[in-house]
DNA sequence: CATGTTGGTCAACGTCTGTTGGCAACGATA
DNA sequence: TATCGTTGCCAACAGACGTTGACCAACATG
């Protein structure tokens, strides 16, 4: 389906003649993590569904951490803030993440190892200042207020999330995309650009 | 199929002399659950916490599982929506669910095992049928539409328990609660009484 | 007193874990 | 052909895990 293998970015990749054997271990290891969570996803369990031997994924990853890291090195793509109008916000974003949770299981497997792990949680917090933030800061009108903000949309993002594909409470897994994201997009907006609701 | 935990149990107490120990063990074992996520969770860290020997718990409680099922049978005590008017719902589930959240960590405990372990995700969905469903049913304006609406009610409100107990995205921690509540009260509102918003 | 039940400790079991080092086959280079 | 780094498998390590059963001390009841 896809291929998000994280870009060897400017350094010319030296091509080594075991790339598909990584690739191999990396696409495993991503599945093995989405869906059992860091401590169940065995390096045995990750090695025999590359069909390869354990002590391969040490040899190319260090440690587990090592291959956890590789794993869920991760891009959002978010959209560029300054080409879509502050009124609409909302819903692009609704519709992108939504859009990058269906198509591929990486942050699937983040948010499940985010949970017990602490590397893992440390990656989520990573992402949410290096990715969210930044836009928040661009889209909202008070740009100091832009963490809370940020945080409250996270917090429904990650909610969905969290009980449409890790919980999977029936409801929520069988909402169509269209419907979530009428129903979320005002919520988003609201948190980006309404005047704060005071206290 | 259902489980047999003596919760609030109307049967005379057997008043067992053990009873210090069961407690110490149910306390220790919602604090490591809560900290540590159920793998990391020892039967062995638990028992040392609760200063006895691990047999003891397999002797009460049978087994992980069963302890597990022990410590996290919770009730969410939500307010009888009879009880309130239809318009502030919204506030009322925010301020129940914070405070529920900040006194005792069972919730987190629960949020943490159901991510990675499939009894706790199980739990979870109990939870969420039997006791916010319900309410749903009564609050919003079209019952068939309820437990749609009832998933986006606790994508919000998992979600923020996630980002600020459990991720502990900085913004999403330091929040006040009242700040939290101003935000979210429309929000869960909306999701529970506002007309659908079409497809 | 004798006896059975309960509360508790101790040592061990079998299994699974991450991780390591040795060894055989391959591919390129000389 | 001889050499050398790379790719891969195999067997094993030490530690941690859930779980078990033997054993002892205190108590309650006949």
Known sequence: ??????????????????????????EAARERFAADGYERATIRAIAQQAKIDPSMVMRYYGNKEGLFAAAVAIDLKLPD????????????????????????????????????????????????????????????????????????????????????????FPPAAHLHPEEITAWLAPTVQHYLTAPHPGV
């Not at 389906?1 to 990396?26: F, G, K, Q, V, Y």
């Not at 993440?97 to 591929?104: G, R, S, Y």
């Open 81 to 168: 803030p300054s080409s879509l109008p502050r009124d609409e916000a909302g819903r692009a974003l609704v519709t992108h993440f939504l859009h990058q949770w269906e198509e591929n299981e990486v942050l699937t497997a983040l948010l499940r190892v985010g949970v017990t792990n602490d590397a893992g949680a440390e990656r989520m917090r990573g992402i949410f200042n290096d990715q969210l933030l930044p836009l928040a800061r661009r889209v909202c009108p008070d740009s100091e207020q832009a963490p809370a903000r940020a945080a409250l949309v996270s917090s429904q993002l990650l909610g969905l999330a969290l009980t449409r594909y890790v919980l999977r």
């Open 1 to 26: 389906m896809n291929d998000s293998t994280p870009a060897t970015p400017a350094p010319a990749a030296p091509a080594r003649r075991s790339d598909t054997t990584r690739r191999a271990i990396l």
